[in-house]
């Protein structure tokens, strides 16, 4: 369903996998409504496990 109510076929394709500190990512994302392509988005840098405090992920009180 798209931002409208209206219901659509939505595709997602991933492609661009480059290996990063061993792992297969993609780097290029491109989305589809109906088939027409609606966004593309290119990833230029990829940094996993950076060591993020783990109070960044606690619940609000």
Same mark, same amino acid.
């Given at each position: 369903?798209?931002?409208?109510? +209206?219901? +659509?076929e939505? &595709?997602?394709f991933?492609?661009?996998? $480059?290996?990063?500190?061993?792992?297969?990512?993609?780097?290029?994302?491109? @989305?589809?409504?109906?088939?027409?392509?609606? &966004? $593309?988005?290119?990833?230029?840098?990829v940094?996993f496990?950076?060591?993020?405090?783990? @109070?960044?992920?606690?619940?609000s $009180?």
């Amino acid at each position: 369903m798209n931002d409208s109510g +209206v219901e +659509v076929e939505e &595709e997602e394709f991933r492609s661009d996998y $480059k290996k990063v500190d061993g792992i297969m990512f993609p780097h290029s994302f491109t @989305s589809f409504e109906d088939g027409e392509e609606i &966004e $593309k988005a290119t990833i230029t840098n990829v940094k996993f496990n950076t060591g993020l405090e783990d @109070s960044l992920f606690e619940m609000s $009180k």
